[in-house]
């Protein structure tokens, strides 16, 4: 099992859609979660954190399922703009070594 | 002020030359890393710097060599390049805890 999967889709949904991504884990002590989004040939940028009690940021939802081992990503009333490749990211430990592990991302169209 | 910011943003050069990839963060980050994403967007760790001590050294060919002057600072050197170097080069920085990563806008290095 990889350390971080998701599904790379490409997700292809209208726009106002509501539209969500999993990313399941393989270290059931990993530390921190993230999901960041990448545009097209730019950086990784983080869109939010993940809690454990779940968060939410305007129309992006994050929830943490320690027991399943998977963090998700819900985005309400889908815009254009929020075509990208989005990346999961997964802290496994603590202290300095703090190596991420990225997933290789989700692929979302959202199409007029 | 760009919080992390590398150069070149664009590098073109030939087969076999040497070449460095300069980055610095104004963040007053502990933590710095160099990353390569390649044409299948899989974003692969190569380095990590703690206080200018290299605490993550993935499998890289001893080609590539970073130095940390200061922790503000981590370049890359790469000798005797080869076509499959052409990649985006990505430098991040991160503070203490479990903070996310900053990420510089990206080095394109196409070898000829």
């Known amino acids: 099992r990889k350390e971080v999967e998701q599904d790379p889709g490409p997700f292809n949904v209208p726009e106002g859609a509501t539209v969500a991504f999993n990313c399941t884990y393989s270290?059931?002590?990993?530390?921190?979660f993230f999901w960041y989004r990448q545009d097209c040939r730019k950086e990784p940028k983080l869109l939010m954190s993940?809690?454990?009690?779940?968060n939410e940021d305007g129309r992006f939802t994050a929830q943490l399922n320690r027991a399943s081992q998977y963090i998700s990503l819900l985005i309400r009333d889908s815009k254009l703009s929020d075509s990208a490749t989005y990346l999961c990211?997964?802290?496994?430990?603590?202290?300095?070594?703090?190596?991420?592990?990225w997933g290789l991302g989700t692929s979302l169209a959202v199409n007029p | 002020d760009t919080a992390v910011s590398q150069t070149p943003k664009y590098l073109v050069t030939q087969m076999g030359n040497d070449k460095s990839i300069k980055c610095e963060q104004n963040?007053?980050?502990?933590?710095m890393y160099w990353y390569k994403q390649d044409s299948k967007k899989f974003l692969k760790i190569m380095f990590s710097?703690?206080?200018?001590?290299?605490?993550i050294n993935e499998t890289v060919p001893n080609r590539f060599s970073p130095k940390s002057p200061d922790k503000a600072h981590l370049n890359l050197h790469i000798n005797s390049l080869e076509l499959g170097d052409s990649a985006v080069y990505f430098c991040?920085?991160?503070?203490?805890?479990?903070?996310?990563?900053?990420f510089g806008d990206g080095t394109r290095l196409s070898i000829l």
């Open positions: 270290n059931s002590a990993s530390q921190s």
């Open positions: 963040l007053g980050h502990d933590t």
């Open positions: 993940v809690y454990s009690s779940g």
């Open positions: 990211v997964v802290i496994p430990n603590a202290g300095n070594n703090r190596k991420l592990i």
């Open positions: 710097y703690n206080n200018k001590e290299l605490i």
């Open positions: 991040a920085s991160s503070g203490g805890g479990n903070q996310p990563q900053h």
